[in-house]
């Protein structure tokens, strides 16, 4: 079987997938995007995948060289690092968006059958790239959110999980500080051990215009953030059963003013 070979199309093909890839990559991983450097490095990974293809006799050699050689380069190019996992992982990154486009592209023109629906198959693979992109964010997001905690108590220190939630506002009225929403059970054993002393706090919700929620005051909490950790002395929590708990993500709803330090 022959197949006939249209250089230019075949180039700008590629230049186009590839500038995507690390477009798509770059935005993934919320790296500075030079649009010169980005275009130069798509033009050198598919120049040289090009001029490999005319030289390299061995087809399995060339995908080899394609994949170990040219678009590590490409990557190192666009996103130059000198830490070992941070370049890794933005490879890894464009190597997925480029096959995730190069296999929607060429589904379209097997399907669709015709070149002239090249554009068409283009549009579409960026499309899902985009959504894949925002699913990402959207995890990583939710991902950020959640950090580890450390519990201060008179016996020792707990730890636990805490979702910041923007949502949760209760204040105590009577110290003036954030309440956080805390499993009855983490504490529980706790507030018997060292006989804490309950209180009864006001709070409204949906489905429940007024209600009386029981909390304790421990002697502090750390929340355990990359950048820096963020000490609450005193912090208030209220005792929640584990049903307002909707998953075993965390163990903490952390009040929406937790993080104003």
């Excluded at 990154?93 to 486009?101: H, I, N, R, S, W």
């Excluded at 060429?106 to 992109?133: D, H, I, P, R, S």
């Amino acid at each position: 079987m022959k197949y006939e070979i249209y250089a230019d199309i075949w180039f700008l093909t590629n230049f186009v997938m590839d500038s995507i890839a690390l477009l798509a990559a770059g935005k993934l991983t919320k790296r500075q995007i030079q649009v010169k450097r980005l275009l130069l490095s798509g033009f050198v990974g598919t120049s040289g995948s090009m001029f490999l293809f005319f030289v390299m006799k061995h087809y399995a050699l060339y995908q080899l060289a394609v994949h170990f050689l040219v678009n590590p380069l490409m990557v190192y190019l666009c996103y130059p690092s000198k830490r070992k996992i941070e370049f890794l992982s933005q490879w890894l990154l464009t190597y997925l968006a480029f096959v995730l486009l190069g296999g929607t592209i060429e589904w379209g023109m097997q399907n669709l059958g015709e070149k002239k629906y090249f554009a068409v198959c283009l549009a579409a693979a960026g499309v899902f790239l985009t959504a894949a992109g925002k699913i990402l964010e959207q995890f990583k997001r939710e991902k950020e959110t959640v950090y580890d905690l450390l519990l201060v108590t008179r016996e020792g220190n707990i730890s636990v999980r805490g979702f910041f939630d923007t949502g949760n506002l209760l204040t105590d009225p009577l110290v003036k500080r954030p309440v956080h929403i805390i499993k009855k059970e983490i504490l529980w054993e706790q507030i018997q051990k060292e006989n804490l002393p309950i209180r009864l706090i006001p709070f409204h919700s949906l489905g429940n215009e007024s209600g009386l929620l029981e909390a304790v005051t421990l002697e502090g909490m750390y929340i355990l953030r990359e950048n820096h950790p963020i000490y609450l002395e005193k912090p208030v929590f209220g005792i929640a059963e584990e049903k307002l708990f909707q998953n075993n993500k965390c163990d903490v709803i952390l009040n929406g003013k937790s993080m104003g330090n």
